[in-house]
């Protein structure tokens, strides 16, 4: 069974840290780029952050660039997302996905809430 | 960036209906425009890739088509467990973009 799992989200203060896991199962994750997607509440979806199969390739929107870094671990099948100097409007639940057709799979989100 | 102008932003609609949504991107795509679906507390689903491919197990009452940078979004025959949010998104250039939305209700 295929499987996505993130962690790492909760409540952190404006200007602070965190880093967010995505642990895959039952697909070969070397094969596949992987993204992150976020939603704010309530809101529609924003792609933020996409990594090549290999690790070598990123590509983030703007509004994260230089904020946000996008990595992997192909012998931990583990993707990650630090966010470095986080806003109120990160705010959101954070989705990691494979935005593929080769095999569509996406996690069940964690949510990271931006508030001092 | 490019902008997916999506429309309409809400439907009322019957069981049984024929559905159809549409997603205009700013600039060429080319066929590089996927369709979500997103229920409620639930994470999305992809069912249309590049712009007509049904992604495997979807219902053939899904279909998608383009005609230059119009996208069209299709349901033949409304079912209940289709009540969702659905999205468009073009692949073509970073960063990907997502449409805003349409939600689908029941009248």
């Known amino acids: 069974e295929v499987q996505l799992v993130e962690s790492g989200g909760g409540l952190v203060q404006p200007g602070r840290s965190l880093k967010l896991s995505c642990a895959a199962s039952g697909f070969t994750f070397s094969n596949y780029y992987m993204a992150w997607v976020r939603q704010a509440p309530t809101k529609g979806l924003e792609w933020v952050a996409y990594?090549?199969?290999?690790?070598?390739?990123?590509y983030y929107r703007d509004s994260v660039k230089g904020r946000f870094t996008i990595s992997r671990d192909n012998a931990k099948s583990t993707l990650y997302l630090q966010m470095d100097s986080l806003r109120s409007e990160d705010t959101a639940t954070y989705y990691c996905?494979?935005?593929?057709?080769?095999?569509?799979?996406w996690g069940q989100g964690t949510l990271v809430t931006v508030s001092s | 960036d490019i902008v997916m102008t999506q429309s309409p932003t809400s439907m009322s609609i019957s069981v049984g209906d024929r559905v159809t949504m549409n997603c205009r991107a700013s600039?060429?795509?080319?066929?590089?425009v996927d369709w979500y679906q997103q229920k409620t507390g639930q994470s999305p689903k992809l069912l249309i890739y590049k712009a007509s491919n049904r992604y495997t197990g979807v219902p053939d009452r899904f279909t998608g088509s383009r005609s230059g940078t119009d996208f069209t979004f299709t349901i033949s025959n409304m079912q209940a467990e289709d009540l969702a949010v659905y999205y468009c998104?073009?692949?073509?250039?970073?960063?990907?973009?997502f449409g805003s939305g349409t939600k689908l209700e029941i009248k």
């Open positions: 998104m073009q692949s073509n250039s970073y960063p990907f973009t």
């Open positions: 990594i090549s199969a290999g690790g070598g390739g990123t």
């Open positions: 996905t494979t935005l593929s057709p080769n095999g569509a799979y």
């Open positions: 600039q060429n795509v080319g066929s590089n």
